[in-house]
């Protein structure tokens, strides 16, 4: 996967000019009501009046969501994070099994039992430390999630007039088994190495 | 007859810590004679130099997938008969027809135990 940086111009349907436009109109129509047949358009009136309140509304929620503080900043540092606790577990890990190798040289020395006993305990530390991989797994699956939102709310921030510079994954070829995956499952979501053995032994 | 406890086994794991983990558990179960690759193409490459017993194998890494290593292997025709354990978090139904549509022997999921691994072994290269 390659990483490109990609302009967001500004402009594109940009909401700010279309409600300030649609509230510059609805203000001018509702004028021409209120002039023209005074009494008459009551109905339309209290419609027309109510539309420019929404449109002035809208815009403020807009204005208030300040999307421009949610990118850069506060999405990159998320990033780092997750970056720096992938680097610390892999580092913790490796430290954990070379613990682990070191308990097995020791159990060499020992008499058959004991060096039994030990192994036995070494066996249950290695199966622990795969969590490792699942962990970073699960992280890399936010990453790229995070990246995800970073590049919505780059498109929301064009729309409002902004000008920002994301970066959009480019997919080097198009992965036949692309769609298969999908990453470690949440508990109950994938299948168990019960139903797996249950299933392989179905094409038998 | 018993496997030769030296057999050739290759296993294929992008994380390092999971290659150092199989290797140990492998260890454990008398077999020294492994060797690692990160990723589908560098095992190919490596098949396609060296006879293995056994490939242990995760699915998602890049560039090149397990699953498409394993269908690379299962074209081949000097290697097609390499048996071949997938080792994965991948544990969707579709995931797993997909391995056995693609030839895979076993399928283990993570996370996995000794005991597990050792069983699955024993079904793909017989008592050991």
């Known amino acids: 996967m390659v990483t490109r940086k990609k302009r967001v111009n500004k402009g594109q349907g940009n909401i700010a000019i279309a409600l300030e436009d649609t509230r510059v109109v609805v203000g001018n129509l509702s004028d021409a009501v209120r002039r023209s047949r005074k009494g008459v358009g009551q109905r339309v009136q209290e419609e027309l009046d109510l539309l420019v309140e929404t449109v002035n509304r809208t815009q403020e929620d807009l204005v208030r969501l300040k999307p421009e503080q949610i990118t850069g900043l506060r999405i990159g540092s998320a990033h780092a994070e997750l970056d720096a606790v992938i680097r610390h577990t892999e580092q913790a ?22 060096a039994a006993q030990i192994r036995e305990v070494t066996t249950r530390m290695l199966e622990a430390s795969t969590f490792q991989d699942i962990s970073g797994q699960r992280l890399d699956k936010a ?21 920002v510079v994301v970066e959009e994954q480019v997919p080097d070829q198009v992965l036949s088994d692309d769609d298969l995956l999908n990453g470690p ?20 | 007859m018993a496997v030769d406890k030296n057999l050739r086994i290759l296993i294929v794991d992008d994380y390092k810590t999971m290659l150092r983990i199989v290797r140990n558990l ?15 193409s560098m095992a190919l490459q490596m098949c396609r130099t060296q006879d293995y017993g056994l490939v242990i194998s995760d699915w998602n890494m890049e560039p090149m997938t397990g699953l498409q290593f394993l269908k690379e292997l299962r074209a081949d025709d ?13 544990s969707k139904t579709e995931n797993v027809i ?31």
């Open chain 1, 93 to 114: 890990a490796g430290d954990f099994l070379l613990a682990v190798e070191e308990l097995e040289i020791i159990a060499e020395s020992l008499p058959k039992k004991k």
């Open chain 2, 78 to 90: 000097k290697l097609k008969g390499t048996p071949f354990i997938m080792v994965t978090a991948e």
């Open chain 1, 143 to 163: 990453k790229k999630e995070i990246k995800e939102i970073d590049s919505c709310v780059a498109s929301l921030l064009a729309v409002l007039g902004h000008e």
């Open chain 1, 185 to 204: 499952q949440h508990e109950g979501m994938g299948s168990s190495q019960e139903d797996i053995d249950a299933l392989l032994a179905s094409f038998d």
């Open chain 2, 98 to 128: 997909a391995a056995k549509q693609a030839g895979v022997n076993n399928y283990i999921v993570k996370p996995f135990n000794a005991e597990t691994l050792k069983k699955k072994m024993i079904a793909v290269i017989g008592e050991f």
């Open chain 2, 26 to 40: 492998l260890k454990q179960l008398g077999f020294n004679n492994v060797e690692e690759a990160t990723d589908g």
